[in-house]
Nanobody
Framework: QLQLVESGGGLVQPGGSLRLSCAAS????????VAWFRQAPGKEREGVSC????????????KYADSVKGRFTVSRDWSTNTVYLQMNSLKPEDTAVYYC???????????????????WGQGTQVTVSS
C-alpha cells in the first residue's frame, strides 16, 4: 500500500528556514518522481517542486515553481526513500499546508498539475509569521 508521511512543518519568522521530509513506502522509489505541493487557506493547491526518479538519463531535480526558485532546494535519499524540501528565506506568502505526492509520469512531474497526482500524504503545516 502506497503511503506518504510529511513532517517538519512549524512556525518560523520571515527570513527563516525549515526542512520538510516526505517518507514514502509501498512503492518502488526508483521509478517514481516525487513532487511537493502546497495549499494556502482559500487558495488552490499549487506545485512547488518535483524531483526525478533513479532511471534513465533524467535524475535529480527537475522542476521548481518560479515563486520558490533560489530559495527552496529539493533532495532525495534513495537509501531511506525520503524526499526533503529545504526552504530558506521564507516569506509570509509561503504559509500553507505542504504535501508530497509521487508520480510515475515525467510529464506530470514537469507540469505539476495537482489533478495528475492520485496519492497524497496528510500534509504538514508551515506558517511564516513574525
Amino acid at each position: 500500500q502506497l503511503q506518504l508521511v510529511e513532517s517538519g512543518g512549524g512556525l518560523v519568522q520571515p527570513g527563516g528556514s525549515l526542512r520538510l521530509s516526505c517518507a514514502a513506502s509501498g512503492f518502488t522509489s526508483d521509478y517514481y518522481y516525487v513532487a511537493w505541493f502546497r495549499q494556502a487557506p482559500g487558495k488552490e493547491r499549487e506545485g512547488v517542486s518535483c524531483i526525478g526518479n533513479n532511471q534513465g538519463t533524467i535524475k535529480g531535480t527537475i522542476k521548481y515553481a518560479d515563486s520558490v526558485k533560489g530559495r527552496f532546494t529539493v533532495s532525495r535519499d534513495w537509501s531511506t526513500n525520503t524526499v526533503y524540501l529545504q526552504m530558506n528565506s521564507l516569506k509570509p506568502e509561503d504559509t500553507a499546508v505542504y504535501y508530497c505526492a509521487p508520480t510515475g509520469n515525467y510529464l506530470s512531474c514537469i507540469s505539476l498539475v495537482p489533478d495528475d497526482f492520485a496519492s497524497w500524504g496528510q500534509g504538514t503545516q508551515v506558517t511564516v509569521s513574525s
